[in-house]
């Protein structure tokens, strides 16, 4: 399903993500994407990665998820630039 900001590939249960999908999004100029087992349409476990405007990746995060946000167990990694 798309959105105004992005799009849902994924499994739905009454109307709302539920289930394996994956959401990409743009917030400001950053695409995130939430992939993982949703519930009642929120994130629940999975992946958050940032990308910029070409694709880039720059950050990854993986492991607990609650209401769409890093929660609990997970590790947040970040790519940085070598000169």
Request: glycine fraction near 14%; charged fraction near 25%; charge should be positive.
């Amino acid at each position: 399903m798309i959105f105004p900001n992005g799009e849902y590939v994924g499994q739905w249960l009454n109307n709302v993500k539920h289930g394996q999908g994956k959401l990409r999004k743009n917030e400001k100029n950053v695409i995130v994407t939430y992939e993982g087992f949703w519930t009642s349409d929120n994130l629940n476990e999975g992946d958050i990665t940032y990308s910029d405007a070409s694709g880039s990746e720059f950050g990854r995060y993986r492991g607990q998820i609650l209401n769409g946000k890093r929660h609990g167990l997970g590790k947040y990694t970040i790519k940085t630039s070598s000169y």
